[in-house]
């Protein structure tokens, strides 16, 4: 009975089975085409061909050795040999299925050589083609800002109108009063414009009286210069609430414009 495709198949990776059915193969190459269905079966149909042809002649001619490359590509498993010369009295075995089965093989690699030319071309193009750019995931939140009053260091003074003084008061007491208004609201500090004039007002009043002043002088009547009142000037500002944040991004890459992260 013969031997079924599934048994020989089994029995390549075994020399002893190898060596017995006339198939010169190293036991690398006999794993090779027994992991590759396509080649076990030309193999498996070269096996058959030559068991028929040597049945009922003598012996061949023992194989020099494979005729065909294995090939080096991951994948791709060894192709049989050709069928030894047959003796002049043998018939020579059908070559029909080899053929095929040789043409089947080389087209299918022409194939898959042109596919994978094609895809290093189309690589070569996209990398050469990238365009690279910076992509916004979170976008910059700007600064904000609050509304703060501050000091700005310089001082208001204001009139109320009402004098110090008092009619028939004496007139050296009555300077001394104005000269304690103009002391603690004018003396010493940094006025506004407005302030310093109503001051200047003030001290050329005082500088008047001093210069009429004479022994048994009296008020007679109150003049417009009242009591002075500081404040401190103030002012409105805008303060950061230190609460601005970059933008986070970062580089993108877009392939053959629709491949990768494309805008």
């Known amino acids: 009975m013969p031997v079924s495709f599934e ?3 089994s029995a390549l990776p075994h020399a002893p089975a190898r060596d017995a059915w006339g198939l010169v193969l190293t036991d690398a190459e006999a794993q090779q085409v027994a992991a590759d269905e396509q080649a076990s079966r030309a193999w498996y149909d070269y096996w058959l061909a030559t068991t028929a042809s040597a049945a009922p002649a003598p012996a061949a001619a023992p194989l020099g050795g494979h005729e065909l490359p294995v090939a080096s590509a991951p994948g791709f498993a060894a192709a049989p040999p050709p069928a030894p010369a047959a003796a002049p009295w043998t018939p020579a075995p059908a070559e029909g299925p080899e053929r095929k089965n040789r043409v089947g093989l080389w087209v299918t690699l022409g194939i898959v050589g042109a596919l994978l030319l094609i895809a290093a071309i189309v690589t070569v193009v996209a990398l050469t083609t990238a365009r690279h750019w910076t992509k ?3 976008p910059e939140k700007p600064e904000t800002f609050h509304s ?12 109320d109108g009402v004098s110090p003084c008092a009619v028939d008061q004496d007139w050296t007491d009555c300077i001394g009063l104005m000269e304690a208004e103009y002391a603690g609201a ?4 940094d006025l506004v414009p407005a302030a310093a004039d109503l001051c200047a007002q003030h001290r050329a009043e005082i500088d008047r009286m001093i210069a009429e002043d004479a ?3 009296y008020v007679a009547s109150l003049g417009d210069f009242g009591h002075l009142t500081r404040t401190p ?4 500002r805008q303060v950061s609430n230190d609460d601005a944040e970059p ?3 970062h580089e993108a890459v877009c392939y053959l414009g629709f491949l990768g992260e494309c805008e």
């Not at 004018?186 to 500090?189: L, M, N, P, Q």
């Not at 000037?233 to 409105?236: Q, S």
Request: net charge negative; with cysteine.
């Open 7 to 9: 048994e020989f198949r």
């Open 136 to 138: 916004i995931d979170v």
């Open 148 to 159: 703060e009053e501050y000091e700005t260091g310089k001082y208001l003074v204001a009139d």
């Open 186 to 189: 004018c003396a010493g500090v």
């Open 215 to 217: 022994d048994g002088m």
């Open 233 to 236: 000037e103030t002012a409105t």
């Open 247 to 249: 933008a986070v991004a």
